[in-house]
């Protein structure tokens, strides 16, 4: 018991120590494989559940912060003109961009909580999270880009795609069961079939037996 008491100590140490790190700004571990591992899981587990949530849920009707209608409006206000259905990586990476980000960012600060965590963003809102489609963004910049995919009817196409293949599954499983109901119908009536016939033998042989027997 002692063992796992102690080993159950330095797992609950473990974790309180990656939760820490996982608090501080991405600037403060610079290149710490463990730290940016646990950062790729945590912003994997997030990316996950999101797009589950827009899979299942028409994403109009979706609230991501307590304060969606101020990052859209001042999203809007300062790039009104950014297309974001499919990004252009330069958009939000270049140094010129950044410039323009790093206020709209900063706005966010004890407002939305763990505005600046790494977060993985898609490029073409119609894709899923593949390598391909996927960069790290900073958590308000994400929230501001899904935001506005969301209430101008972008995410609209994940939503539709998931839930015809789910009608098509469900369409395809309903008639395999109705195929099977009818083979099952089949064999019954046969196995009647063959009950009627037997018990026709059996009384046409019993009224031959009295027959003889008089």
């Known amino acids: 018991m002692e063992a796992s008491s102690g080993t159950d100590e330095r797992v609950s140490g473990e974790l309180l120590s990656v939760a820490h790190a996982l608090s501080l700004p991405a600037e403060s571990y610079g290149n710490d494989p463990d730290i940016e591992m646990a950062w790729a899981m945590r912003a994997m587990q997030h990316a996950e559940v999101y797009y589950k949530l827009i899979s299942s849920v028409d994403p109009q009707f979706l609230k991501l912060t307590k304060v969606d209608d101020q990052i859209y409006s001042e999203f809007r206000e300062i790039f009104e003109k950014l297309r974001i259905d499919v990004l252009d990586p330069e958009e939000l990476k270049s140094e010129s961009a950044k410039e323009k980000w790093r206020p709209f960012c900063m706005k966010f600060d004890g407002i939305v909580e763990d505005f600046n965590y790494g977060t993985l963003l898609r490029l073409d809102c119609s894709q899923g999270y593949t390598e391909e489609n996927t960069i790290f963004a900073p958590r308000i910049q994400f929230f501001a880009i899904e935001i506005a995919r969301n209430r101008e009817g972008y995410n609209k196409a994940v939503y539709i795609s998931v839930q015809d293949r789910e009608r098509e599954k469900e369409a395809n499983n309903g008639g395999e069961e109705g195929a099977d109901s009818r083979e099952e119908k089949a ?28």
């Open 187 to 214: 064999k019954k009536g046969e196995e009647k079939e063959v009950d009627r016939e037997a018990k026709k033998k059996t009384v046409k042989g019993g009224e031959k037996e009295k027959e003889a027997n008089k």
